[in-house]
């Protein structure tokens, strides 16, 4: 079996560099043999390039690929703390924020493109439990925000 990184270089991805908190935190917190990793938003090269409510300024498809790339931003932040991707045994749990407009309902469904992202890279291992929850608004307008619980080696 490939490991998670070639899986990922055969998606044609990279992991990224870890995003710099925006506040007073740190991107990942080990303890024992779990990692917790904070709130990812769409970050790409230090720039969030997309803002907005989903289901008004962002439609859901987007949300969804935005998910992804909160995804791969958690992992980084995961993969930084575990000492690399494949010391991740598997993910646990995903909590997802979508921000939403009032009558969207589809934060299930735009949460995938994370957990989707995650069976990729990891086969069964990234099967996980979930929370998909709409809020107001996340940090600087993100229209997504994905963490991450792993348990690594």
């Known amino acids: ?30 303890t024992g043999n779990l990692i917790y990793s904070s709130g990812q938003v769409p970050m790409v090269d230090g720039k969030l390039g997309v803002t907005g409510k989903v289901g008004a300024e962002v439609d859901a498809d987007q949300a969804k690929e935005l998910a992804r790339v909160c995804a ?15 010391e991740i045994v598997r993910i646990v749990k995903v909590v997802g924020f979508v921000a939403s407009a009032p009558d969207f309902t589809g934060q299930p469904q735009v949460i995938n493109g994370a957990s989707e992202l995650f069976g990729e890279v990891f086969g069964d291992a990234g099967r996980h439990a979930r929370s998909a929850v709409g809020v107001a608004v996340l940090p600087l307008d993100a229209p997504v925000e994905v963490e991450v619980i792993a348990e690594v080696r």
Not at 6 to 29: C, F, H, I, Q, S
């Open 1 to 30: 079996m490939s490991t998670p990184e070639e899986r990922l270089a055969e998606l044609g991805l990279t992991l990224p560099e870890v995003v710099k908190p925006l506040a007073a935190y740190v991107p990942a917190v080990r």
């Open 72 to 86: 791969l931003n958690a992992l980084a932040a995961v993969a930084s703390a575990a000492g690399g991707l494949s």
